[in-house]
């Protein structure tokens, strides 16, 4: 998941903005704008017209999140054309890892030209600091953080070890209820 | 002898040092801290002077020239930080990656392959190669240790070399030519000499990698600690690779593999197989717990245990004769051990009886490198004290018939497994015996019929130092914490000698 860098250079500090009651002045105008907005929205509710939302900002969790390009979320495993998990249990992910969340164990791959796999590959999601490092350092674009799951909380501490075939997505992640 | 080499000035990098007239250039700055890149040069493996990467600017001469084949003399002038230098090493390390496979993530070597090292360092990033890469025979076993993979060789010939003129079996060869020419073993041989290990050591690449060690653990993982090999009577110097950061790794054990350490005056570069592989056990069947296993069967604190010991020898040799008890030790104790031993046993306990010599159970192959016929560390050290000297070894028979007439009441045995000596009558030999105590590292045979367990550490887990048999004394240091309860020898000895205080008891009750 690689990203491109793109320099933009700064606008030049006019005198209406250094003087900066003019831009307090339009923050104010957008403030207010949402607040009337919001007021008339929820009054046109209030009288019975329910195809209108009730406010500009999104009614999470009621509305489903809405999450940028390229945020971060849970982590996926891809697989190559063949099936197979694309991870050669390099470490490499296992190494960078700030938050020691990620455990692989290798062991030899059938194919000859593979040569290594992993055996076990868990990553604690209760551990994650969501840092990316992981999908970064992967040599072999293995790891990708955008399953775009943010939902994640569970009852127990062990069911936020996401392991190989859950990554995979071969294994649906499961759940015990509430103790 | 041979006379002291004339020592001559010569210019390295511009600084005027001094050198041996006739020493190697490449060698001469190394002792000087500049590090000239090779794969080739070993000290112990001559100069074929085929990797062309330790090159350097030689003032008069018209093109650069390979270090490891260049005498030093008066007046020479040399400097490895030329640009016209920089770019010959680039120029090379990207001849040496035309066919080198860039498959570093699942490459054992990485992150100690001296190709990712130099490459990091002097590289020349893009490639110019524009064909494919030349593929050869990979994961190959051809030992009972090692494992090869043509592709990733650069022919440095380290690996023939070695078994050309080191182990002297001449198992790999160089076949083929040119850009096809690959590494591979002599017809109907495998590569299963006793020193076979150090391959690995000196394979600057990825080419030839430890079977059992594969993907195991990465090294970069692994805590490394200076140590001396236990495993026979030459002491070989060794770095203890242990994973204890991350224990999912290497299959939950903790010492990963043990690499050879330069010391000229033991072991030179090498380590045979019986050292290098032998540490499996460090991490299996250990005891942790102090225990008294004949019934009512218990779980002790060492005061409580040593003290019932201590009660339990005070009472017997009362009963029955200060020169009932017998000692069975092995010279796997460091020379801390063997004073603590002493104390105890020969000052405290008058014990006429001891077991150290290494037959028949602690002997094994000899030959002219490295492995020697007694196949524990430090007997030496045991010798300087009077063991072997002054204080003569039982032989297993003797000290067998000396039970069987009832003059021994008690066996203090010291890490050996003596019911295995003894086999089938082994088992008579125990029923005669009132108290038997075992101090070791493994559960074994003897450890299930002791009346008394007590954990020891093993070598990696204590500091001390060993004799070898040449009179050289080598200090070890602790790589890892002791299993459970575990103490060093020398420390359950001292306990057990302070809770004796006092007995010392007359001659007279002795004779």
Not at chain 2, 470 to 493: C, H, N, S, T
Request: net charge positive; aromatic share 8%.
């Amino acid at each position: 998941m690689a990203v491109t860098v793109r320099a933009v250079s700064r606008p030049a500090r006019s005198l209406r903005v250094q003087i900066y009651l003019w831009e307090v002045w339009k923050g104010l105008l957008v403030t207010f704008r949402h607040l009337f907005v919001n007021l008339c929205r929820h009054l046109l509710r209030g009288l019975g017209l329910r195809v209108v939302p009730g406010a500009v900002t999104i009614q999470y969790p009621d509305d489903p999140a809405m999450l940028g390009r390229r945020a971060r979320t849970r982590h996926r495993l891809l697989k190559r054309p063949d099936g197979e998990p694309r991870c050669t249990a390099c470490m490499l992910c296992e190494t960078i890892c700030p938050a020691k969340c990620i455990r692989i164990t290798a062991e030899e791959s059938p194919d000859v030209m593979v040569e290594k796999r992993a055996k076990t590959f868990d990553i604690d999601l209760g551990l994650c600091v969501f840092c990316g490092y992981c999908a970064e350092a992967c040599p072999v674009d293995a790891i990708h953080m955008d399953a775009n799951e943010v939902e994640l909380s569970v009852f127990r501490r062990q069911d936020m070890i996401w392991s190989l075939p859950e990554l995979l997505g071969d294994k649906k992640k499961e759940i015990a209820p509430p103790a | 002898m041979k006379p002291e080499p004339k020592r001559v000035k010569f210019k390295l990098n511009g600084r005027e040092i001094e050198a041996a007239e006739g020493s190697l250039v490449i060698d001469a700055a190394r002792e000087q801290g500049v590090e000239i890149p090779h794969y080739c040069y070993h000290p112990a493996l001559g100069n074929p002077g085929n990797c062309r990467l330790c090159i350097v600017d030689v003032e008069g001469a018209p093109k650069p020239m390979v270090s490891c084949r260049l005498p030093v003399k008066e007046g020479l002038a040399v400097r490895s930080d030329t640009e016209a230098v920089k770019r010959a090493q680039a120029s090379s390390l990207e001849l040496h990656l035309i066919n080198h496979p860039l498959d570093c993530p699942v490459c054992d070597q990485a992150g100690e392959c001296g190709l990712q090292d130099f490459y990091m360092k002097f590289g020349r990033y893009e490639s110019q190669m524009r064909e494919d890469k030349l593929h050869k025979r990979k994961r190959t076993v051809i030992g009972p240790h090692v494992v090869l993979d043509q592709e990733r060789c650069v022919l440095c010939t380290r690996c023939t070399r070695f078994t050309e003129q080191v182990s002297e079996t001449h198992e790999l060869g160089i076949f083929g030519r040119g850009h096809k020419e690959y590494i591979d073993l002599a017809p109907g041989k495998r590569l299963d000499n006793p020193y076979s290990g150090n391959v690995i050591d000196i394979c600057p690449v990825g080419a030839l990698t430890e079977l059992d060690f594969r993907f195991k653990v990465r090294v970069w993982y692994l805590d490394m600690t200076d140590s001396v090999c236990p495993n026979c009577a030459r002491g070989c110097s060794i770095s203890v690779h242990a994973n204890t950061k991350r224990p999912w790794h290497n299959d939950g054990r903790r010492v990963a593999r043990i690499k050879p350490r330069y010391n000229p005056q033991v072991n030179g570069y090498w380590l045979c197989d019986e050292g290098r592989f032998g540490f499996k056990h460090l991490d299996e069947n250990r005891l942790g717990r102090v225990m008294r296993l004949k019934s009512p069967r218990k779980e002790f604190g060492w005061d409580a245990a040593l003290g019932e010991i201590a009660g339990e020898i005070r009472r017997l040799s009362g009963d029955r004769g200060g020169k009932g008890l017998a000692v069975i030790a092995s010279g796997a104790l460091s020379n801390k051990d063997w004073t603590a031993f002493k104390g105890l046993f020969v000052d405290t306990l008058k014990v006429k009886h001891f077991l150290f010599g290494p037959e028949p159970d602690q002997i094994g192959e000899q030959d002219e490198l490295l492995r020697r016929r007694e196949k524990v560390p430090n007997l030496q050290g045991g010798e300087a004290l009077g063991f072997g000297g002054s204080i003569k070894s039982e032989s297993w028979e003797s000290l067998a018939r000396e039970i069987e007439s009832d003059r021994i009441w008690g066996l203090y045995i010291v890490d050996r497994d003596a019911a295995q000596v003894w086999g089938e009558r082994g088992r008579k030999l125990w029923d005669r015996l009132s108290l038997v105590v075992y101090q070791g590292i493994h559960k074994d045979k003897s450890s299930e019929l002791a009346h008394y367990r007590l954990p020891a550490t093993a070598y990696v887990e204590e500091e001390g130092h060993f004799t070898n048999f040449e009179g050289v004394v080598q200090g070890y240091r602790k790589a890892l914490e002791p299993v459970g309860q575990a103490r060093p020898d020398w420390m359950i000895f001292s306990a057990l000698r302070e809770k004796l205080a006092g007995f010392p008891v007359s001659e007279a009750a002795l004779s």
